[in-house]
């Protein structure tokens, strides 16, 4: 049976003119050059290529554990075309004695759960990747949207309109709390209820459709919040099915860091001791989901509860 393992670290793949001599750096313990008529190719560990260099960054490599007999047939094609169907694109290498395949770090999740459900077994990646999931307007509705504006007797859009620019920031960031957001909520500083407003917030919380029945097909294990919200969230955290089956909360507030800055995502794969990689994000924000593809983490838009089952599924998070 061919087996893979998964190999620890960024890859990066340079490109430089064919004359061009090799650069002093294009070594390590992972190292391939390739020198034809039209180019020559080397690949690295991503962090060694310098940032002037044209290359395409952020891949991950899959050993076949060898050795492959050289008389070996179709094995290339099996495996590229287990990923093909999950639409990941490659980049293969071969050595003397094995085949690599190298996928983008953002596509290892659904390159891992390909593989195994085409019949290879595949070490060096959990059983299932960690599910990083959205908060507002992922698996709750935002009162942002209606009970807030509602509440202060405005339409949405006026709303906007008048509310502090910084306000909201500094209260996610947790620069202040629940009575001085109140006091600063709107640019002219008239007076809001601190205790009518968080009435207001936490009547809006509400499961969005299909969420319950997700999260209880996903279990408890695993699976963690991460959310620009402020310290309202911990009122949301208390309540089930969130109570239950979210393992850990990582809030703007607390982390002192908001998506779709890098830090936001980061720091929470090193907290969790996963690699970006191993990692599922879920926003319904596509630029946030961006951010964590940019590094390394498999991204996904949410939609509605019906289409993140499948892509759940697709990725290995769900499903065998």
Same mark, same amino acid.
């Given at each position: 049976m061919t087996e893979l393992d998964v190999v620890p670290g960024a890859l990066g793949v340079a490109r430089f003119d064919p004359g061009q001599p090799v650069p002093a750096w294009a070594h390590g313990e992972f190292a391939a050059l390739l020198r /034809?008529?039209?180019?020559?190719?080397?690949?690295? $560990?991503?962090?060694?290529?310098?940032?002037?260099? /044209?290359?395409?960054?952020?891949?991950?490599?899959? $050993?076949?554990?060898?050795p492959v007999p050289f008389s070996t047939v179709?094995?290339?094609?099996a495996l590229t075309g287990a990923l093909a169907s999950a639409e990941v694109s490659v980049f293969a290498l071969s050595t003397f004695d094995t085949d690599w395949i190298l996928v983008r770090s953002s596509d290892l999740a659904a390159s891992v759960a390909a593989l195994r459900r085409a019949g290879f077994p595949v070490h060096g990646f959990p059983a299932r990747p960690t599910l990083l999931l959205d908060l507002l307007d992922t698996l709750v509705a935002d009162p942002i949207h209606r009970e807030i504006p509602a509440f202060l007797g405005l339409p949405t859009v006026e709303y906007f309109k008048l509310k502090d620019p910084t306000a909201w920031v500094d209260f996610e960031l947790g620069r202040c709390d629940h009575p001085a957001?109140?006091?600063?909520?709107?640019?002219?500083r008239r007076r809001v209820d601190p205790g009518g407003l968080l009435a207001a917030v936490e009547a809006g919380w509400s499961l969005l459709p299909g969420i319950d029945a997700l999260l209880a097909r996903l279990g408890p294990t695993d699976v963690h919040v991460v959310s620009n919200y402020p310290i309202w969230w911990r009122a949301i955290a208390a309540r089930e099915p969130l109570r239950r089956r979210v393992d850990r909360w990582f809030v703007s507030c607390e982390t002192g860091v908001r998506k779709p800055d890098p830090e936001a995502y980061l720091g929470v794969a090193r907290a969790l001791g996963r690699a970006p990689g191993e990692c599922v994000f879920v926003d319904d924000k596509p630029r946030n989901v961006s951010a964590a593809q940019r590094v390394g983490m498999t991204g996904i838009v949410f939609a509605g509860a019906d289409g993140l089952a499948v892509a759940l599924e697709r990725v290995g998070v769900t499903g065998r």
């Open positions: /034809t008529p039209a180019e020559l190719t080397v690949v690295v $560990a991503d962090d060694q290529i310098p940032a002037n260099v /044209t290359a395409e960054r952020g891949f991950r490599a899959m $050993a076949v554990r060898g179709g094995l290339l094609a957001f109140c006091a600063r909520m709107f640019a002219d």
